[in-house]
């Protein structure tokens, strides 16, 4: 049975079967629902790779490469003036037609993610 894309594209040029078939990719998958379950919904490369300690630093931005190309997910920066040395200043986050392409299809519920992401004991520089 083939998900819920409704149109294949929506107005926007969000291709709904690219991004379903890019963010069900185990590894993706995994970084995504980190994502959704991190207590902003947008953590840093340094938590995604600490989150998923199978994955390189190098294979984490990689998969949000593919990701962001797709229209999945999208950079949240600080702006120059605002940051802070020794913090990340990028973040990942779902983009507004992933959540809803998500939400119709019942992937990535935020609220289980959430539960999840909450029991992974992390370090003191991971949890600021």
Request: proline share 7%; hydrophobic share 35%.
């Amino acid at each position: 049975m083939r998900p819920d894309t409704t149109s294949g594209e929506d107005a926007g040029g969000f291709d709904t079967w690219t991004a379903l078939q890019k963010a069900t990719d185990t590894p993706r998958a995994n970084l995504l629902a980190d994502i959704v379950g991190h207590p902003e919904g947008a953590p840093s490369v340094r938590e995604l790779d600490y989150m998923n300690p199978d994955m390189e630093e190098d294979t984490v931005r990689r998969h949000l490469r593919i990701l962001r190309e797709v229209g999945v997910v999208e950079e949240a920066v600080v702006p120059p003036g605002e940051r802070v040395r020794g913090y990340p200043y990028k973040f990942y986050r779902l983009t507004d037609a992933a959540r809803r392409l998500f939400d119709r299809n019942d992937l990535f519920p935020a609220a289980a993610w959430r539960r999840q992401y909450d029991r992974v004991e992390k370090t003191g520089e991971i949890a600021r």
